[in-house]
């Protein structure tokens, strides 16, 4: 008897989506050893030269020009992606994804983005094997252009994201509430002392800075210059991810240059760099901060972008999750509490008392796990 196979469809608009992809299929696997998975994000396994141009071009607007991004979201929101724009897409970039499928033959499709989404959508309208289309939402909010006729199940982050589908026309029978997948790395607390000795840092109150990767953390910015101040009793964690050219000017940056700072380049420790901090400062990204929210970090939310960035902010504000760093205040209060060993521990009790309230890290891989019995 085979295995079943699981094909999960991504794109590489913001790395959430691909994340979430990962994190799904690694799940799937560890709970279940009779599943294999594939992940691809399908435009640029499709396109590998004009694919990776086009998700150039979208994070450089993302950077440059964050208010077109939330216009375009918000003009949009009601909207599906209409026949005419899936024939469109179809025709331009993903003239042969009904042969990856042949040729893979899965069980179950996954689309953890909504182009890849309508795009097999389409493949099903027009008679393509029947084969089942889950769609994971990955933001704390419900884009019109996620909606399409052919999915199977929807598994979504909240119950707010539920009844906005509902609201859209999609049947409640086909939406399952069941939390954003994140890696098993995440499901539980690491070592702290291990981590701290893996990275050679020091064990004192520590804040991990996220967002730098896309360009988001400026570092000539009022509140990061703020923040270095605090540097002689608070350890600060820098990741920029991909973002070199952010990196070197950091590290040439003489509010940078200091024992307690550390600029940290791509790395796929960051949950054991979460067991570490005491505060998260993220953009609100959904897959960011619902790992953060699995570790039971405190989190503040940092320059959202109009549009899914500020619902998911709203969500894990409106619950307790964080706060929006709109002032020195802010940094001020949460600073002086880390640096209160007691205080900082007692508050992640109660973060990882109440995650347990609102959200089951195994939570999706479950809904997709009872689909393969």
Request: aromatic share 10%; net charge positive.
């Amino acid at each position: 008897m085979r295995k079943k196979r699981v094909l999960l469809l991504s794109e590489g608009f913001g790395s959430g989506h691909t994340q979430a992809a990962y994190a799904l299929a690694a799940s799937l696997r560890q709970l279940h050893p009779g599943v294999t998975t594939r992940v691809f994000e399908l435009g640029n396994f499709l396109n590998p030269r004009i694919g990776p141009l086009i998700v150039s071009a979208y994070r450089k607007t993302v950077s440059k020009q964050p208010k077109m991004v939330g216009l375009m979201y918000r003009s949009n929101y009601e909207k599906s992606l209409n026949r005419f724009t899936q024939l469109a897409l179809h025709r331009m970039f993903y003239t042969h994804t009904s042969q990856v499928i042949d040729q893979l033959r899965p069980d179950l499709i996954i689309c953890t983005h909504p182009v890849p989404n309508a795009v097999v959508g389409r493949l099903k309208r027009l008679g393509m094997e029947n084969t089942p289309l889950y769609t994971v939402i990955t933001d704390y909010d419900a884009h019109g252009a996620w909606i399409n006729q052919e999915v199977d199940k929807y598994l979504v982050s909240t119950p707010i994201v539920q009844k906005k589908l509902q609201e859209r026309g999609v049947p409640a029978s086909r939406i399952e509430v069941t939390g954003i997948p994140v890696h098993p790395e995440f499901w539980s607390t690491g070592n702290k002392q291990e981590a701290l000795k893996h990275f050679g840092l020091k064990d004192m109150p520590t804040v991990l800075v996220m967002g730098g990767g896309w360009g988001l953390m400026d570092e000539d910015d009022e509140m990061l210059e703020y923040m270095s101040k605090w540097r002689d009793g608070i350890q600060f964690i820098y990741c920029v991810g991909s973002n070199e050219k952010a990196r070197e000017s950091m590290l040439a940056n003489p509010a940078y240059q200091h024992e307690n700072v550390r600029i940290i380049g791509f790395t796929r420790e960051i949950s054991k760099l979460m067991d570490i901090a005491d505060i998260l400062i993220t953009k609100p990204g959904g897959m960011t901060c619902t790992e953060g929210m699995t570790k039971g970090i405190p989190m503040l939310f940092y320059h959202p972008i109009p549009g899914q960035e500020e619902e998911n902010c709203q969500f894990f504000v409106r619950h307790g999750f964080g706060e929006v760093l709109d002032s020195k205040a802010t940094a001020s209060k949460w600073f002086a509490r880390i640096m209160n060993p007691e205080e900082a521990e007692q508050f992640r009790r109660r973060m990882l008392a109440k995650r347990n309230q609102y959200y089951d890290p195994l939570g999706c891989t479950k809904a997709v796990l009872q689909f393969m019995q």
